[in-house]
């Protein structure tokens, strides 16, 4: 079952007279249980195609449709609401919640969601251990590094159990090692639970980590090497 | 609902400081609006009260004819056998006292100087004329025969550097328009501690008084007050029967009425200020953290926080704020008004004229406007947090998450 499936979108910035094209008619298709890498020159849309996919934005034109539901006009709750059930997102930045325990960072979208203090407890244990940071589970995010930052972040973006998670550039902001790190755990979670992975980035060694890597340059899709084993 | 709570307060402890000078600018300006409140309390209460025990009385009988400012002794402008109407009223199961007062116009003159004064011809004997008795300060009170004797206020005294058992020139208008001239013996000084009233008001035996003004049997006026201020108007019901003037304490008080109107208007007006700057204040904080925290914003909308429960997290961490700024400001605003009671607030003679305003303000809080203010001032707060919260929540999460912060 395919859980991205972009249509012929466009995204036009206007700022002022000036307007930026930066996806120019993009069609794409994600299957369940894909780890894919988006790459691509720095303003080649990258980050603007993610943010379509995560109905974090709209497209000028196109569709986006994600787990089978369209999600290209819908208004702002209700993208709210497709967001918390259905995408996990892991940023560039370490995007954790500075007043909260890491713990209380990965509990956040069940409790958003609705879930008993029993399954949160169980879930927020179980995803803690899954990134190696059980013992961090009551630390504040100043009190972490950057890597265990990214894993409470990722551990976050799996909690509500969505079927796509998104990472723009998540290793960027890392050393070697915990990028590294970082990739495995990611590698392994899409292993051992399936959820599908798409990710931007600039790194080779990520790059390599990737099964699928799709090209952008200048807003369109310029070469997908799951098109070419074809 | 809880994890906002508990997020609303973390962030409040981010940044301690400003937090807490935020609370500490509602608290400040709840104790200002307490303090306010509660000295208008003490002032307007003092002025009605003092105005009846002194000049008003809570009911008075006069001639229809007679006219206040012109202190008329015309027999035609008095009240005619003022004893044996003062004794009928004062029979009533209602009154506390009954008494008449003669009240005539003249000057004081010692050696070099002299000032014009109003006075009271009173019957010593009578308990409406207790606060006169109990603001002797040296001296002895009148005598209902003394032919030459009388009591001076104690700012005229200082004036006219009167000392009890000096001599004194007055100098009296009388019922046919001549003036009599005589010299009295200050018997006493008294001060009823109202500058306007002492200032000006020289009392003598009423006897005294009808004889150098020529009014034998006349009084002004049958000066009664009440046991209980809500007897006014059975009272003044049963009194029609007399044809003569009656007038309550509230006819007699409109000035001090309206003045309060107009004060709680100003009040009113004083108070919006006090409240506007509370609330720009609270806005600008709230505001900086918004503005802040754009990008953590930013990241509860990825995660999926609707915009509803965004605008809660700010609109708690301003209830949280309001809540510690109205507990502290009860706390600074009733300690402030024991601060200023030790003392009081001596205004001495700035008493408008013509109006009986006790010389030392004093405060006092009523719990009623405690309860109103402080809940003001919480809904104020709230309102003015809705602003940045409302801002918070309409963050486009894109444009958010690409902010610096
Ligand atoms: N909010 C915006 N307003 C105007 N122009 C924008 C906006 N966001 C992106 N753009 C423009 O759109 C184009 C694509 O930007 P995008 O961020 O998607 O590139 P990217 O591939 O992610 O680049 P990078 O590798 O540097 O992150 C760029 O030319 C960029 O300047
Ligand atoms: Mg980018």
Redesign the interface.
Known sequence: MEVVKVENITRVYQIGKVETRALQGVSLTIENGEFTALVGPSGSGKTTLL?MI?C??QPSTGRVVISGQDVTRLN??QR??????HIG?I?Q?F??????TAY?NVE??L??NGHTPKERRERVMELLKAVDLADRANNRPDQLSGGQQQRVAIA?ALA?KPALILADEPTANLDTANGQQVMEIMKKLNQETGVTFVFATHDPRVISYAARVVTLKDGVIEKDSASEAK | MLQIFKMAFRDLGRNRRRTFFSALAVAIGLALLMLMASVINGEMGNAIQSSILLQSGHIQVRSFSFDENKSSLKWEDLVANPDEIAAKVAAFPQVKAATPRLFASGFLSTGDESTGVKIYGIDPNSVANDPYRMGLLSGNFLTADDREGLLIGKPAADKLHLQVGDTVGLSVNTSNGDVQEQVFTVRGIYSTNTYAFDVSTILMPLAKAQAITQTENHASTIFILLKNETDTDSVVAALQGLNLDILTWRDMNQLIVEFETMANSYIAFFYLIILAITASVIVNTLIMSVYERTREIGILSAVGMRGSRILGLFLAESAFLAVGGVILGVILGWGGVQLFNINGFYIGNMGLSGFLVGDTIRAQLMLDDIVNLSVMTFIVTLLAGLYPAVTASRLEPVAALRAEK
């Open positions: 943010q995560g974090l934005d702002r709750n709210a609401d497709m967001r918390r059930g997102f940023f930045f995007a954790l919640i500075p007043t909260l209380e956040m979208p409790l958003l976050r509500p």
